[in-house]
């Protein structure tokens, strides 16, 4: 069988570290887009806060297949 995929970029960000960032891009993509099957991490960076707090900011691509 065939598939045909298509990529959507999004950002997750968490004060935990990277792994939290991407673990909530992917509940999040997961819980609005029907068969998320990969990801992919472009990028990721930090946000200081005014505080001193680190955010992290990660940039995934999420894969999922089209619908027949």
Known sequence: MEHVFK????VGT???GSD???KAALK???ATIRGVKWYEVV???G???DDGKV???VVI???FALDD
């Open 43 to 45: 990028s990721q960076r």
């Open 55 to 57: 955010q992290h900011q």
């Open 28 to 30: 999040r993509a997961q």
């Open 14 to 16: 968490s004060h935990e």
């Open 47 to 49: 946000y200081i806060e």
């Open 20 to 22: 939290a960032a991407i």
């Open 7 to 10: 990529l959507s970029e999004i």
């Open 61 to 63: 691509k999420v894969g």
